[in-house]
């Protein structure tokens, strides 16, 4: 996400100084897309207590612009740089959003003030040099108050990457992807969103494929079988991982009678992009251990913990008919990613894998709900609905939910 390695600040000034005399007015030589290499960190320390946290496979996208060039590390961190890689004026702004691989850190939003950026050139023309300082403010998910005030460091090298990213687009119609391998990454085109839900300890229902020791995924012919329920054994939240992207890359497939092409993401923005639905999810979460919590930026997206629901709003694809713009194959974001869609029907050659994953929802009462047409919409029955139900389906017996997830070739 976001923070900075400590003790650098020595090294930022005379990498700064050294870039002003030896690097040249034209950014040619930066621009491209730049991957933070494996054992990467960043280091903070935030009232006085240090904290290292992995940002390694980040990925920088430098850019040239009129006035030298623009470096992206998210959606919401776009920063103004010189011809010779440095930070242009005192200090810029810049919001960021990390979760980490293991699901018992905490995930954070911060915002960032960002008093130095320096890129110089490293060793061969596909490394270069990224080193940083500033302030933040530190928001730990699931956590009320004016967040936790720390300084920060960064300097790592930067490996040059061929994994193109996109750019974030429209916020009006930016959709949330799973990513294959979860968490979402800080990095250029994307930004992590993170909604956790509260399972009942009781019933231990909840789980997800590969929990119990076999498999993490399945081949596209395969059958669902969901674990049994063991009381007490299941894990605390369900998390759902998201990648927010560029809505407007993703379209339905043509209406042409082939089966199993419906599919589902996430909606953060206020719209669907062209071609799409509103639909939404309604999910009465476990009202004992009340730890629903959200990160990043989840738009119209809710997960509460004094009511204890969780609302999903998704756009949903069905296949679309003459006038409509289609597609034939998945557009690359560049990095591997995965969509909502029904495990046990038909799978199109585009579903590589499958996987599912169950939320122990509140047994006590029943409150699982579906509509069509965005919040407060009306939910009749019809074809947006079924298609919904076979993506994420309601467990009607127990309450819960079970998210049928594809991933892509």
């Known amino acids: ?143 009320v108050g004016a967040g936790t ?12 990457t061929t994994a193109v990213r996109p750019p974030c687009g429209d916020d009006r119609t930016a959709v949330g992807v799973w990513p294959r391998n979860p968490p979402c990454h800080i990095g250029a085109g994307t930004e992590p969103v993170l909604i956790n839900m509260s399972n009942d300890p009781q019933s231990g229902c909840a789980s997800s494929i590969g929990a119990r020791g076999d498999t993490t995924l399945a081949s596209s012919g395969a059958v669902k079988s969901l674990n049994e329920c063991e009381g007490g054994k299941g894990p605390p ?27 589902a993401v996430l909606r953060l923005g206020k719209e669907c992009p062209p071609g799409a639905v509103k639909v939404s999810k309604h999910i009465n979460n476990a009202d ?30 069905l296949p679309a008919g003459n006038g409509v713009p289609n597609q034939s194959v998945f557009p690359s974001l560049g990095f591997p990613y995965a969509l909502f869609h029904d495990f046990d029907g038909y799978q199109p050659p585009w579903v590589a894998a499958k996987q599912w994953i169950r939320s122990d929802d509140e047994t006590t009462s029943r409150g699982n709900s579906y509509s069509f047409g965005g919040p407060g919409a009306p939910s009749p029955d019809g074809r947006e609905i079924d298609e919904l139900k076979r993506m994420i389906e309601n467990l009607d017996d127990v309450n819960d939910t079970v998210f049928d997830i594809a991933i892509l070739q």
């Open 1 to 143: 996400m976001t923070r900075a390695i400590r003790g650098a600040i020595p090294s930022i000034v005379s990498i700064a100084a050294l870039s002003a005399c030896s690097t040249p007015s034209d950014p040619g030589w930066m621009l491209g897309h730049w991957r933070l290499p494996s054992g990467a960190e960043a280091v903070a320390s935030c009232e006085g207590v240090p904290v290292r946290l992995k940002i390694d496979g980040s990925v920088i996208r430098l850019s040239e612009t009129a006035a030298g060039a623009e470096l992206e590390l998210g959606c919401r961190c776009h920063l103004r740089l010189t011809g010779d890689g440095r930070l242009e004026g005192p200090t810029q702004s810049c919001r960021l959003t990390y979760v980490p691989v293991d699901p018992k850190s905490p995930s954070y939003d911060t915002v960032e003030s960002i008093e130095s950026w320096s890129i110089t050139p490293g060793d061969g023309p596909d490394v270069l040099i990224s080193a940083a300082h500033g302030t933040m403010k530190v928001f730990q998910i699931g956590t």
């Open 149 to 160: 005030d720390c300084t920060f460091d960064l300097e790592s090298p930067l490996e040059r």
């Open 237 to 263: 939240i369900t998390q759902l991982h998201f990648c927010r992207v560029d809505g407007s890359l993703l379209r339905p497939f043509p209406a042409d009678g082939t089966p199993g092409n419906a599919y």
């Open 288 to 317: 004992e251990s009340r730890m629903n919590a959200t990160v990043g930026d989840i738009g119209d997206n809710l997960s509460v913990n004094d009511t204890t629901v969780t609302d999903l709003e998704l756009c949903l694809f």
